[in-house]
């Protein structure tokens, strides 16, 4: 096997809270990451495939595909966007990186043609990033946020 | 003279628009900047104080103390908020990253007390940035933002 | 006056090599940078503007627009080319990393609509990079390069 | 097991098609990528070595070493070179950055003394990489490259 | 699983050398960091949890609190330290990034309350650096260090 | 005027005190940075050259030539050594990073053949920085440190 990765960035507010939580136990948990006209990133999106290269293109995934597939299927949907209130895919989702992830491994899983999704990393800043490798995992959505 | 600089990084969102423009007008000017719930940036905010080393301690100023100021006078204000309503001292001001250097700097010229305020240089992305040296320029306060 | 930035990537291939001197004085000179089959970089280009914000936008230049004009002008021209071979506006140009920047300042001076060009800045790696203000400079054009 | 990286940079230039297919098939499939003329980049490699830290040392390996294995037998062979045309080990294979991977492991899986070869990283740009850990994989060597 | 991680940095300085060893032999091995007065490193330390994120917060580890235990039990001890005389917890030890990332492992893991100590990553240039997942490794402590 | 700059690396460590001050004196002034084993840092130097491009060349100095001066008079005599005891031209000099641009200027200044030194720009972490144009400023020895 072998691992190819991409890379993109993209910008975007979001703001943290529970909607069944009070003002005050939203404040103890996220603190700043709660404030009520939100705060944002630039964030970078790599996605990694694993896979064979062909052995006529000597590639696993043309990356210049795999950057269009990141792109159509996330960044026009996230990029310049409030994660919380503009995003159809992530609605009712606390918009954390971890949430974030397992939902964009969601949306890229059955667009990948050459190889398999192997990682979704996702950095919210420079010294902050998750990794996601597609175990199945229970995220809640939330009707009233 | 010797020219030091400090850096530090804060998260804010912003929204750009002008209140006296139509919708239509501000979609072509400000596109997915105008984003009406807002997007967010990671910046990173980089001071240069001018001035000639102190002979007994080597320091043009030290460098932890302008950190303080830097912390204490920008990042306090705008980390973790958003730009077009949180920060008293950008009200009224349309949030593009030429605004927001020019105000920095109205922020911090009298805090400095060892050296002189040469330079504010904002990174929005990491492929967009401005420099400003403190000429006088006019910028705009509007009422309605 | 504020001074913004944009920055872009592109990968090239080049060969550095006088043709009126023999190969002996090339490879004395040119060195590793005279592989007759040529030698590639991941360039990055960073060019400034100075003007005065806009009052009505706060723009000096809509940085979407100042990269639409980098990538018509400059990188669809010199994005997966050959610079020695591929590129009219470089012909004849021993493509050294000052010379470029000196024709890549030619070829944007004129098409800069808000504020004025102030500076080309052109990496070949991460540690060789050239700054050019625009003062008239002759480059030689070599008929037989 | 610690698992120990190193790594170095070196700038090369490209060609990625197929001798077997027709131009329009090349550019179809390899599209920019196919400039006849080759393009470039600067690629960093990284090395990862595991193994047990010597106890009279507290080194798996000395950085140094591994480092001047990587020079030997990687940096001056493909620095400064055609990737297609002057790198003996690399002859007749498409040289994208998979291939280059599998090659480079090749090269460097015997040299190491102390640890074991575990992990090849290979970037092409900023946002664009491969990793590879040795399984076996077929990669096809072109007599008409 | 999910992984996520944090990051902060630290400046340092250490010296390579056993103790056990003939100056000889240490300059041969350790090379130039033997140097009797001792170098330094800007050390960048990543710490990697895994973890389920929790169903009302969607966090792993709330990253604020990661990066407190970090700083509180990593940072205040090494930062602006000689990692050979000042650090109770590396005393005796090689301060190899090997080892250190080992001790730090070792100060770290019990203080996770959320999620599971992953991994250390220990960066002590940017081009070398060591991982380690906590595998019962041994190392030595010297008398006379 | 062209201005073409290179930038290498550097590990050492230092101690910032003044010995004419008391110990508190100096605990109250450097604080950390008065660690009396010293701490140390991965410098980066760049060196900024101006010039006008030579017609037969298109270099102002080629960069393999700048580095070499770089290597051979500075990075030999600095890297993995303490910055207050191990190197000649430092010695009773704060090792503040605003003198040792300083002290760097002068060792560089009259090695330059073709174009002329125009900066010193040093990186002491990736956060502070200093950049020193050539000025006369006197910096003041100390017999005793």
């Known amino acids: 096997m072998i691992y190819v990765t991409k890379n993109i960035t993209f910008s975007a507010s979001h703001r943290l809270y529970n909607p069944n939580w009070t003002h005050d136990k939203n404040e103890e948990v996220f603190d700043k990451c709660n404030n009520p006209n939100g705060h944002g990133h630039n964030y970078i999106l790599e996605v990694t495939i694993e896979g ?70 996702l950095y919210e800043t420079d010294s902050s990033y998750v990794e996601y490798f597609g175990e199945p995992i229970e995220i809640k959505t939330f009707d009233n946020l």
């Open 52 to 121: 064979i290269p062909n052995l006529e293109t000597g590639y696993v995934i043309d990356l210049k595909k795999l950057k269009k597939i990141m792109m159509e299927n996330i960044e026009k949907h996230v990029d310049h966007k409030h994660l919380n209130y503009d995003v159809p895919f992530l609605k009712g989702i606390i918009p954390t990186v971890e949430n974030i992830a397992v939902v964009f491994w969601q949306q890229l899983e059955n667009k990948i043609e050459d190889g398999k999704l192997f990682k979704i990393k």
